[in-house]
């Protein structure tokens, strides 16, 4: 932290280096037939679930609150771009706009009646919500499909799987930056406070209520958006897309990657894609043991890193250097 | 809608209602007095669940005895699960953040689950009622199983005990006072930890009770742990959180409710739960019998 | 700046990745067929998948022995889509991208079957299902890459409506599971009902998720309605839940259950299954009498020590029909193999079938019975006096069919 302009460039030249190789990356698995468009797909995924990883850790890491409810937002903003390019014929980009908007309306009612519950019972409502909304698409069965979900939503011509892969690229790099410029803006700073001191933010004049608000929001935009892009990507929209059990992902993601950094869920995130699919491939049988290898890794994480992967990074580097 | 028919959807509802509260009741319980939202109290009470089908298949489970034992093994042998569970892990993080209480229960439900699924594969199970509960009890013309009457028996008995334990004992009492005053507790010279261990053995012991109930009322399966924790989390929400009398009234609620909006609002009688559970947070957070917190 | 001590962290995942991508791309042989075959492994199917393994298992046995399609043996991956469409749908492209299959073999659900045609239809490989029916995959959700071999929901629904047409029941409840095939099941019940007896009247409707094994709530209000018959598109471990269920709340006593009796679900409810329930099967060995038939209920008999339900029969049928289009295209590709399905005559276990061109729906009918208890199988009733329903009568005709084909989007 005392060093800011060397790790900040550091940080610029390695975000640069890691995004020109996500860049290229598919040129080359374009090369490997069908085992190539597979990763394709799987890398596709992650970057996806990386945004909602992220954009959950704005409420997460940065706010210092645990919602449960999360996959709501993100499965609304599935929802939006289901509904509208299958029943409504919109084009991708009108609908890929609509999620994170739709998804950011849902998030405003809800947010409003959660932030103004602390703690534990923010969680609570939070789920409550979560489980209400999940509830309300999954018996609308004439609308949402129920538990069948939408399938079949269309795909434009042009997007074969590499360009929809640099799509959502694209879209995730532009929402990294904005999430990046939010954490830093003094929006960002009024949030940390928040959550290290919310009588302190308080006392100095900060709209608590209302910024928890605004961040719920941002959050629930960007999860939105995240769903629509997972909606086209796999070109269907589901009920499970909402449940709890979805929200708990972004915040395993989060954990392992560290919640206290920018990257850190998008990394936790990848982490745990990848470790599933390589496991599957290393053997099947490990399909059946996954949650357990996943849950052991949580409890290893929870007992004796909760800064997450980063974090221990962070300190072994820091151990190293002293 | 008759008076006989009300009478007997109001019956039938309670029936449900208690089995959730005998669920309910062991996750409030602990909540009130380690502050912990058990995630994996569905866990348990499915693995009960599965343990009574097991023991159901090597002794008799159609005789009332063979039932009777398995509510008699099956609790005792959930509840030393949660004491493992207990000393070794939950222990650990009684200071720590929310977040990471909850991440741990939630690790647990992971590896549980899916543990019950190695052992016992993804087979939906049941234990056959035994002959004395299979039949039914007559209710103005209309038939209810015995088995929910013996629920509805079993489940005010249990809701007593608890009552008792908490209220008439000394045990009860310090139980009581770490809900209240976990502070001052330890300064009495009471032993704390042990005082939370036994709790938790308590609430598994209650959630494996659950496991046995459900598995003679209808299939027991995979996902039923995750779905009862949500239903779970309703009642004890609606109730207030670490009330044991909150549990009662919240599944008596969401019991009734279920069977009697069924009639006529069909398929949307199963979003009433949530919605009455978020409304309870957003008007009353800390439930009809819960106390507001700090 | 956090992401710069992410670098390491990074590396590692490229290398772990370029691993994988070497592991994965050498997992494919040539002189292998490889079959998908998306499963419902647990949950209220996990005995279904049993039997249709059972009898994709001995199908395969038998062909490879006889040197296989075309020098090629078949091979058989299995994935576990726990009745939800989404799992299913990525498995599907799974399957095909990652363990480059050739074929895909449908799941039990509906839901997931809607789902994992789509998939099929992007990659064009065949997808054949033997025990999921959703008509919608031969009208509204229709591809040509995908073939029938179960009857299907528009079959079964209207089939059972000629059936108890004949009743002298008015007044009707249905219960159904809330997905794909409870609604396509019941709403081809109200409609062939409504033509052919409009004095019929339906009270009531009742939707369960699918999987929910607790009638509890549910059945009061059934009882409240007071109908004289229930249809119920309820299977497998839900359908003996519920009447295990129904049974000591007298509801049985009062109106007559209609329902899927499979033989999986007559033998998972065993004693408890009451007698002279009107209903049907799908394929039931003690029913048909086909040379065929008794040369593979022995041949089964011997093999598992237990008989072969309607999955194993339709599962081994399918493959039937896909080897013989195999050998009859002269190929194993999806491609080429596509092109000789569409009228493809087949010999199956329930005799001469044809594949129907227009919507790649072979015509296979259901068989109604009541049940009852027999001397020849101790453990679990039987459906006696059966009929067979040709699918011919019941089908959608073929004007119909392209009407709703064209209708899609």
């Known amino acids: 932290m005392d060093d800011m302009t060397s790790s900040s460039r550091a940080g610029w030249i390695s975000g640069i280096t890691v995004t020109v190789v996500l860049f290229v990356l598919p040129v080359f698995l374009g090369q490997l037939g069908k085992t190539g468009e597979y990763w394709i797909w799987v890398s596709t995924e992650m970057i996806i679930m990386a945004l909602f990883a992220m954009s959950l850790n704005l409420i997460l890491g940065f706010g210092g609150m645990v919602s449960f409810g999360h996959a709501a937002f993100f499965g609304v903003g599935a929802y939006t771009v289901a509904l509208l390019m299958k029943k409504a014929d919109f084009p991708l980009y009108l609908a890929l706009t609509a999620a994170p908007l739709v998804a950011a309306i849902t998030a405003a009612i809800v947010g409003w009646f959660c932030v103004r519950l602390l703690g534990l019972y923010f969680s609570i409502l939070t789920l409550a919500f979560g489980q209400l909304l999940f509830m309300i698409v999954f018996q609308w069965y004439t609308f949402t499909g129920g538990d069948d979900g939408l399938h079949g939503v269309p795909r434009p011509e042009i997007l074969g799987p590499i360009n929809y892969y640099w799509l959502c690229l694209i879209l995730f790099v532009i929402c990294f930056l904005i999430i990046r410029m939010i954490v830093n803006s003094s929006f960002g700073l009024s949030i940390k406070t928040i959550r290290e001191n919310m009588e302190r933010a308080k006392f100095i004049g900060i709209n608590v209520r209302r910024y928890q608000l605004l961040n719920f929001i941002i959050a629930g935009a960007f999860a939105g958006l995240a769903g629509g892009m997972l909606c086209e990507l796999n070109r269907f929209a589901q009920t499970e897309f909402l449940h709890w059990s979805k929200s708990a992902e972004p915040i395993l993601a989060s954990l392992v990657g560290g919640i206290y950094s920018l990257a850190g869920p998008a990394i936790g995130s990848s982490i745990l894609i990848f470790l599933k699919i390589f496991l599957q491939q290393v053997h099947r049988s490990m399909v059946e043991v996954w949650a357990i290898v996943l849950g052991v890794l949580l409890l290893v994480v929870v007992l004796f890193a909760p800064q997450g992967l980063v974090g221990l990074y962070q300190n072994i580097f820091k151990k190293s250097q002293s | 809608m008759t008076w006989q028919l009300f009478v007997f959807m109001l019956i039938n509802g309670l029936c449900q209602g208690m089995l959730l509260f005998i669920i309910a009741s062991g996750l409030s319980l602990v909540f009130g007095v380690l502050r912990v939202i058990n995630f994996a109290h569905g866990s348990l009470y499915m693995i009960g669940a599965f343990l009574a089908y097991s023991l159901s298949t090597i002794f008799a489970g159609e005789s009332l005895m063979g039932f009777l034992i398995l509510l008699m093994v099956v609790p005792p042998a959930i509840a030393i699960i949660g004491f493992v569970l207990e000393v070794s892990l939950f222990r650990r993080v009684y200071r720590e953040e929310h977040l990471l209480q909850l991440l741990l229960t939630y690790a647990l439900v992971l590896i549980l689950d899916d543990l019950v699924r190695v052992i016992w594969g993804g087979e939906p199970r049941s234990v056959t009622r035994p002959d004395l509960l299979a039949g039914s009890v007559d209710i103005f013309g209309m038939a209810l199983p015995s088995y929910n009457v013996f629920i509805l028996v079993v489940g005010p008995l249990i809701a007593f005990g608890l009552w008792f334990l908490l209220y008439r004992t000394r045990t009860g009492n310090i139980i009581r006072a770490a809900v209240s005053y976990p502070d001052t507790l330890g300064a009495l010279g009471v032993n704390v930890s042990w005082v939370m261990t036994s709790t938790f053995m308590l609430g598994c012991w209650l959630a494996g009770f659950g496991g046995v109930l459900t598995a003679g009322l209808s299939n027991i399966d995979l996902g039923m742990g995750m779905q009862t924790i949500i239903e779970c989390f309703a009642v004890v929400v609606i109730g207030g959180l670490g009330s044991v009398g909150g549990a009662l009234l919240g599944s008596l609620i969401i019991g009734t409710g279920l069977t009697f909006f069924q009639l006529p609002f069909g398929r949307w009688a199963l979003v009433f739960p949530y919605a009455l559970m978020a409304l309870v947070l957003v008007v009353r957070p800390w439930g009809f019998f819960g106390k507001p917190e700090r | ?409």
Request: glycine residues 6%; proline residues 5%; contains cysteine.
């Open chain 3, 1 to 409: 700046m956090e992401h710069g001590k992410c670098r390491v962290l990074l590396a590692l995942v490229l290398v772990l990745f370029s691993a994988t991508l070497l592991v994965s791309s050498n997992a494919s042989a040539a002189d292998v067929i490889k079959l998908g075959f998306i499963a419902d492994v647990s949950g209220i199917g996990a005995p279904f998948y049993k039997s249709q393994k059972a009898g994709l298992d001995m199908f395969i046995e038998e062909i490879n022995a006889a040197g296989g399609v075309q020098g090629k043996k078949l091979e058989l991956v299995v994935r576990d889509s726990q009745l939800k469409p989404d799992i299913g749908a990525n498995q599907a492209r799974e399957l095909i991208l990652s363990e480059k299959c050739e074929f895909l073999v449908g799941p039990t659900s509906s839901a997931v079957a809607l789902a994992t045609t789509k998939v099929a239809k992007e990659f064009k490989k065949i997808i054949f299902f033997h025990t999921s029916n959703s008509e919608a995959l031969t009208t509204t959700a229709f591809q040509p890459y995908m073939f029938q071999v179960v009857p299907n929901t528009g079959i079964e629904g209207r089939g059972m409506a000629v059936v108890l047409s004949k009743k002298p029941y008015k007044k009707y409840c249905l219960i159904g599971p809330d997905y794909a095939y409870g609604h396509e099941q019941l709403n081809s019940f109200k409609s062939e009902m409504a033509k052919r007896r409009p004095d019929v009247e339906i009270l009531d409707t009742i939707w369960v998720k699918l999987g929910e094994s607790n009638f509890s709530t549910f059945i009061p209000t059934l009882m409240a309605k007071k109908p004289e018959a229930i249809d119920a598109a309820f299977w497998g471990g839900q359908l003996s839940a519920f009447i295990k269920q129904a049974k000591p709340y007298g509801v049985l006593k009062e109106a007559p259950v209609s329902s899927l009796f499979d033989l999986d679900m007559l033998r998972a409810t065993g004693p408890d299954m009451p007698e002279g329930l009107t209903g049907y099967a799908r394929a039931p060995f003690y029913a048909i009498d086909t040379p065929q038939m008794k040369v593979f209920v022995k041949k089964y008999y011997d093999k598992y020590k237990e008989w072969p339900a309607d999955w194993a029969i339709m599962a081994y049928d399918g493959m039937i029909a896909l080897t013989e289009a195999m050998k009859k295209a002269n190929s194993t590709e999806s491609e080429q193999v596509v092109k000789v399905l569409g009228g493809l005559k087949f010999n199956s276990l329930r005799g001469e079938r044809y594949i129907r061109a227009e919507d790649h729906m072979a015509n296979v009918g259901i068989y109604s019975g009541v049940t009852a208890k027999s001397p020849d199988y101790k453990e679990f009733l039987i459906m006696k006096d059966v009929q067979a329903v040709p699918a011919e009568e019941v089908w959608l005709p073929v004007a119909e069919v392209q009407k709703l084909q064209s209708e899609q989007k």
